[in-house]
């Protein structure tokens, strides 16, 4: 062994320790072993699509990128900032995308209600803030049984669990239903009161946890005023008519009719811990008004006051009533509530609103039964010192604060009291009335007071009692009616429709009757004020008021026993005006046509009425614009049906030839006056003329004689309106608008002729001047424009075919006529352009045509008629002479001159006969050729 190691170790020596490698000359040498290689060599990676990202494209997501399917899974999560965090994430989609919610509300709804027993605090929080600011207002106006049924279960659920905090919050969240669902109360009214009876319990928690209690004890409050009453038995009917709608929630619905018959039994148990927790914050409440004690009590109260409504208006009875009596004993006990020390004005407040509404429950209770005389005294006592601004520490709105709930009381409270309380109560409650604002709460209530006090559904005073105290009190509420509308202006529309409605019943019942007519002076103001001192009327509040309103002061109007001169003129500017609505202008003719009939309003002031507003409505305006124009067109539409509903009044007024002749005198006045009255105007009471007035005409000399004068310049003024082209033109609507102009004077041309005479022979010398006064002098200066003007109303008139007639008649002033232009023509020719010399001469020869037809028909009229006189013979053998001549020349003169067809031989055979019985000279030379 020791030689086999010996022999290896020799062999070792005989290794060499570093190899040497033989290297070839020019060769490249290789890299040293410990090099590092600096060379990258990869592969791409491919990966299949990210179906994550996809799938999210287009939906709704929140700040970190979830969409709200993800948020309501997370909201079941394990870990108590996830599911915060999704709750949050929820709210941001919501108020960023809307439309999620509307398409996914019950499932939301479904998934959060879960959470509102969640274990942790803010989730809780989180989830109350979502519904309130977010859920809840969207969803309002949808079905609400859906919601009830989806919230209340867990609702419940949540009141009966074994943390407080959890219950306390459940009665959050109950308020929170019941705000946005009132339905919700009454569908589930017994069991809502009997959690809130468990929660008040004193083994619960004490008085120092106030800021959890404050928040259970409004939320009970705001329940409980939800309750039904007689004041309010409509809202029971509409809940009942609501749940008739939730087919599918029927068989969760009470089963009786009212929906609160099963609730009485509840509310008995309920009150006496209400009364018991008011003991307990008694002597803490005298000690000190930390804010929320004083919270808790009013929460209290209200409660109280909500329970004993509920009795005394709806379900009470004689059991009810006793027990009521004993256990409020307690509460009228220790009133009124003061402080035991000296309290700041803040407090003081307090102690007073407190005490309201104590006044308020034993008030009510005095509808069901008389109440002990000691306490009695003392509630008057506050009534009349709260009344009279004694008690308020504060200012003016908290003296009215604390006092509008008392006036509702004060009707009743005089039908109890005695003469002298009864005095005290009036005359505060009417310094109350005058001192408050129009516009305030408090006037609206005084007002609904005064109307139950002056029409009391149950008798409490006769209006016209002996008492004169009570009447002059009665005497100053109605003088404050005309003033109070004109304050009220039309800022608070609802006061002013309580003013007009006690104006209404007082009109109607027809007692101060005398007060009623001298509020009409003060009533002007209300309407309008007319004239002022630059002309314009000041239009009062009537006008700025909804339509409602206008008319139920439009019918206050009838029962004023005589309608005052002043006020018909101020409702006769308000007719004046644009403003007013058509169908309002057209009821107040029907009331004031209604008020003539029932002899509240003198005849002439009733005409004077008519005629103003026919002579003074304004159609036309000096704007030429497109838009302006329309409403012109609007404007004499609608005073077209005005003239037509005032000529439909005339004969309801009276015998038609005594209205007439009181009409006549006014009319043809306004119609003559200068300047000229609108051509609307004048066509209106024209119209009014002719609808009075028969044939043979009732007009006195004097009035023909005005007309003869108005008529050329009205009738002038109608063509020029019109555009020359037109007429004639057989356009059916230009037709209609020139025949309902000219209508009233061929009416009265056909039942006087002194008019038509008087209008011609006018007619005929405006020809060759001088130029009418009026709005037309401008364009009357040319004198082309005047001959053609009056040629063209003779052409209108031979357009009737019964004016035609009339005419023919007055062949030597329509030749007059012809004779001043052909004047005008050789005086003033040489001033005149060619273009005027054109038009003077055609409208010479269409005049000269008609002319031509007017002499033939009078010699008909004279040949048939066989009395003329050998002159007129020589005339007429004359004319035939002429005819023969010109028919030579003129191809379609018989068409022209001998209209009715007859030839012209049997003329000719008609003058001999009569030429042969009188046997003139030379006659028959005429004749034969």
């Not at 005819?883 to 001998?898: A, C, G, P």
Request: hydrophobic share 40%.
């Amino acid at each position: 062994m020791v030689q086999h190691k010996a022999q290896m170790k020799k062999k070792q020596k005989r290794g060499v320790d570093f190899k040497k490698i033989k290297r070839k000359i020019g060769r490249k040498l290789p890299p040293p072993k410990n090099t590092t290689n600096t060379e990258v060599k990869s592969k791409a990676i491919i990966l299949p699509e990210q179906t994550l990202a996809s799938e999210k494209a287009g939906l709704a997501v929140s700040k970190k990128g979830l969409t709200l399917k993800e948020l309501l899974q997370q909201t079941s999560h394990h870990n108590t900032k996830v599911r915060r965090d999704a709750l949050i994430g929820i709210r941001d989609i919501f108020l960023n995308h809307p439309a999620e919610l509307k398409m996914h509300r019950l499932t939301v709804i479904e998934k959060l209600r879960e959470r509102m027993s969640d274990e942790d605090k803010m989730v809780r929080e989180t989830l109350f803030q979502l519904l309130k600011t977010v859920i809840f207002p969207a969803c309002k106006e949808d079905n609400q049984g859906t919601f009830i049924s989806l919230m209340m279960a867990y609702v419940f659920n949540a009141m009966t669990h074994l943390a407080i905090d959890v219950r306390l919050m459940a009665f959050k969240y109950l308020d929170l239903v019941v705000q946005y669902y009132p339905l919700s109360f009454s569908m589930y009214a017994d069991k809502i009161i009997q959690h809130y009876k468990e929660i008040l319990q004193k083994n619960q928690f004490n008085l120092q946890d106030k800021g959890k209690l404050k928040s259970v004890l409004a939320g009970l409050a705001h329940c409980l005023s939800l309750l039904p009453c007689d004041n309010n038995s409509s809202a029971v009917k509409n809940a009942v008519a609501d749940r008739i709608i939730l087919h599918a929630y029927e068989s969760q619905l009470h089963e009786d009719s009212s929906g609160f018959s099963v609730t009485a039994k509840e509310l008995k148990g309920l009150l006496p811990i209400l009364v018991g927790g008011l003991q307990d914050f008694m002597p803490i409440l005298v000690m000190t008004t930390e804010a929320q004690s004083f919270d808790c009590v009013l929460s209290i109260l209200k409660s109280i006051d909500a329970v004993v409504k509920f009795f005394v208006y709806g379900k009470g009875n004689r059991s009810d009533q006793d027990a009521l009596q004993v256990l409020l004993k307690k509460l009228f006990g220790v009133f009124p509530l003061k402080p035991t020390h000296q309290s700041s004005e803040k407090g003081g407040n307090r102690y007073s609103f407190l005490n309201v509404i104590i006044s308020e429950i034993f008030f009510c209770l005095i509808d069901w039964s008389a109440p002990p005389s000691v306490f009695l005294d003392k509630f008057l006592v506050f009534i009349v010192d709260t009344l009279s601004e004694k008690i308020v520490h504060s200012g003016k709105a908290s003296s009215q604060k604390h006092s509008l709930s008392l006036i509702p009381f004060i009707p009743k409270l005089i039908m109890q009291v005695d003469s002298t309380w009864k005095l005290h109560i009036l005359q505060a409650f009417t310094e109350v009335f005058r001192k408050c604002d129009p516009e305030s709460s408090m006037k609206l209530a005084c007002l609904s007071a005064i109307e139950e006090m002056l029409f009391p559904k149950n008798c409490w005073i006769s209006p016209n009692t002996s008492d004169s105290k009570i009447v002059d009190f009665q005497i100053s509420w109605i003088r404050e009616i005309p003033l109070l509308l004109t304050r009220l202006g039309e800022k608070n529309p609802s006061a002013s429709k309580a003013v007009l409605l006690l104006q209404l019943h007082l009109g109607q019942s027809g007692t101060f009757s005398q007060e009623l007519d001298n509020m009409q002076l003060l009533l002007r103001e209300f309407y309008s004020i007319c004239p002022l001192h630059n002309g314009d009327i000041s239009y009062g509040p009537f006008m700025k008021l909804d339509r409602e309103i206008q008319e139920l002061s439009i019918c206050c109007l009838y029962y004023f026993s005589f309608l005052d001169p002043s006020l018909l003129q101020s409702l006769a500017a308000c007719c004046l005006c644009h403003d007013l609505e058509p169908s309002l202008l057209f009821r107040l003719l029907e009331v004031m046509n209604c008020v003539y009939g029932a002899g509240h309003i003198h005849i002439a002031d009733y005409i004077s009425f008519l005629i103003t507003l026919l002579s003074r409505y304004q159609v036309s305006s000096e704007s030429n614009s497109l838009n302006v124009e329309k409403c012109e067109k609007s404007k004499s539409g609608l005073f077209r049906s005005v003239t037509s509903a005032v000529c439909s009044c005339l004969p309801q007024i009276g015998d038609d030839h005594l209205v007439f002749k009181m009409l006549e005198g006014a009319v043809i006045d306004q119609i003559s006056k200068k300047p000229p009255l609108a051509l609307e105007n004048t066509c209106a009471l024209l119209r009014l003329i002719a609808t009075l007035d028969s044939k043979p005409t009732k007009l006195s000399d004097q009035s023909i004689s005005k007309l003869g004068n108005v008529l050329p310049r009205y009738l002038i003024h109608v063509v020029c309106s019109l555009r020359e082209e037109n007429i004639g033109s057989s356009n059916t609507n230009h037709t209609s608008r020139i025949r309902y102009y000219i209508l009233p004077c061929f009416l009265l041309f056909h039942r006087s002729v002194k008019i038509l005479y008087n209008m011609l022979t006018v007619m005929s010398s405006f020809i060759s001047g001088p130029y009418f006064d009026g709005q037309n002098d401008h364009i009357m200066v040319d004198h082309s424009i005047r001959i053609v003007a009056a040629v063209n109303v003779c052409l209108l008139m031979h357009e009737d075919v019964g004016i035609q007639e009339i005419l023919s008649c007055y062949k030597k002033e329509i030749d007059s006529m012809l004779q001043n232009i052909v004047r005008v023509m050789s005086d003033e020719g040489y001033k005149l352009k060619i273009e005027e010399k054109h038009k003077i001469q055609c409208a010479y020869d269409r005049l000269k045509t008609v002319t031509e037809s007017y002499k033939w028909r009078w010699m008909q009229r004279v040949v048939d008629n066989c009395c003329c006189s050998r002159k007129d013979l020589w005339q007429i053998s004359a004319m035939l002479y002429n005819v023969y001549l010109l028919t030579s020349i003129q191809r379609d003169f018989k068409t022209l001159i001998i209209p009715n067809g007859n030839g012209i031989h049997w003329m000719t055979q008609k003058v001999s006969l009569a030429m042969a019985d009188q046997k003139p000279k030379n006659a028959s030379s005429h004749l034969g050729h």
